[in-house]
């Protein structure tokens, strides 16, 4: 029996669970998501009002989106950004679940790194395509040493997506509840919002229906761990 499974998924979707209930409330929905690939119909991460940017500051520290002004240049004194880029600020959504598991690991310093060995923190936030201010690197353009954990693809493949609820329903992409992680997969999606056991459901596995859906769904059911203890990373639609 895998006790720490329930509250594991939902430390893990915590954040994306409070980015689906401000667009709920705001009628704004920004997500995190691939393009020109594949998986471009979906949304790696959902993000919320305190997922921080390449630039270092966090969404509320940026111009607020709304229909009539798609202005979100970082409003913080000093600061070149003139768009908010998410920047994935956690070992598990790159997939390195072993990261956190080292004795001097430290999960508020984390930051997305260059191939250069720098943090995003350390290119300059504006122009693309972000060269290094570290002295004396001469890295000329932010490349991310690590890929998504729901699509394999790299930071710069990615993208950060502003859209009004209007905009999504007419996209044909979910709005409101059906937003939430694993909304297609009740049983999953009652864990990550509440993190209490079901004793049917002790990995994702065993969510998932005995027949494959008929219809393409907003998850990618692939594991970012190399054991079952560890939950799967939906994408939302």
Same mark, same amino acid.
């Given at each position: 029996?895998?006790?720490?499974?329930?509250? *594991?998924?939902?430390?893990?979707?915590?954040?994306?669970?409070? &980015?689906?209930?401000?667009?709920? #409330?705001?009628?704004?929905?920004?997500?995190? /998501?691939?393009?020109?690939? *594949?998986?471009?119909?979906?949304?790696?991460?959902?993000?919320?009002?305190?997922?921080?940017?390449?630039?270092?500051?966090?969404?509320?520290?940026?111009?607020?989106?709304? &229909?009539?002004?798609?202005?979100?240049?970082?409003?913080?004194?000093?600061?070149?950004? /003139?768009?908010?880029?998410?920047?994935?600020?956690?070992?598990?959504?790159?997939?390195?679940?072993?990261?956190? *598991?080292?004795?001097?690991?430290?999960?508020?310093?984390?930051?997305?790194?260059?191939?250069?060995?720098?943090?995003?923190?350390?290119?300059?936030?504006?122009?693309?395509?972000?060269? !290094?201010?570290?002295?004396? !690197?001469? !890295?000329? &353009?932010? #490349?991310?040493? #690590?890929?998504?954990?729901? !699509?394999?693809?790299?930071?710069?493949?990615?993208?950060?997506?502003?859209?009004?609820?209007?905009?999504?329903?007419?996209?044909? /992409?979910?709005?409101?509840?059906?937003?939430?992680?694993?909304?297609?997969?009740?049983?999953?999606?009652?864990? &990550?919002?509440?993190?209490?056991?079901?004793?049917?459901?002790?990995?994702?596995?065993?969510?998932?229906?005995?027949?494959?859906?008929?219809?393409?769904?907003?998850?990618?059911?692939?594991?970012?761990?190399?054991?079952?203890?560890?939950?799967?990373?939906?994408?939302?639609?």
């Amino acid at each position: 029996m895998n006790k720490d499974f329930a509250k *594991k998924t939902k430390a893990l979707f915590d954040s994306e669970v409070v &980015a689906v209930k401000e667009a709920i #409330s705001t009628g704004i929905y920004v997500s995190y /998501r691939p393009t020109g690939t *594949k998986y471009e119909r979906q949304d790696c991460l959902r993000v919320s009002s305190a997922g921080r940017c390449f630039c270092s500051h966090l969404l509320k520290d940026h111009n607020k989106f709304s &229909a009539t002004s798609r202005n979100t240049a970082c409003t913080q004194p000093g600061c070149s950004c /003139r768009r908010f880029l998410f920047a994935p600020g956690r070992p598990e959504d790159f997939g390195e679940f072993w990261l956190p *598991k080292r004795r001097d690991f430290n999960r508020e310093a984390y930051r997305m790194k260059c191939k250069c060995k720098h943090t995003h923190e350390e290119h300059v936030p504006y122009p693309s395509p972000f060269r !290094c201010s570290a002295r004396p !690197c001469n !890295c000329l &353009a932010f #490349s991310s040493a #690590s890929i998504c954990a729901a !699509c394999d693809q790299r930071w710069e493949q990615h993208d950060t997506i502003f859209e009004t609820e209007e905009e999504r329903k007419n996209a044909g /992409r979910q709005i409101r509840e059906d937003w939430y992680p694993f909304s297609e997969l009740p049983a999953m999606r009652d864990i &990550a919002l509440t993190g209490e056991g079901n004793p049917q459901v002790e990995r994702l596995t065993d969510a998932l229906p005995i027949q494959p859906l008929s219809q393409p769904t907003s998850s990618t059911s692939r594991p970012t761990n190399e054991t079952n203890n560890t939950p799967f990373r939906p994408s939302g639609q």
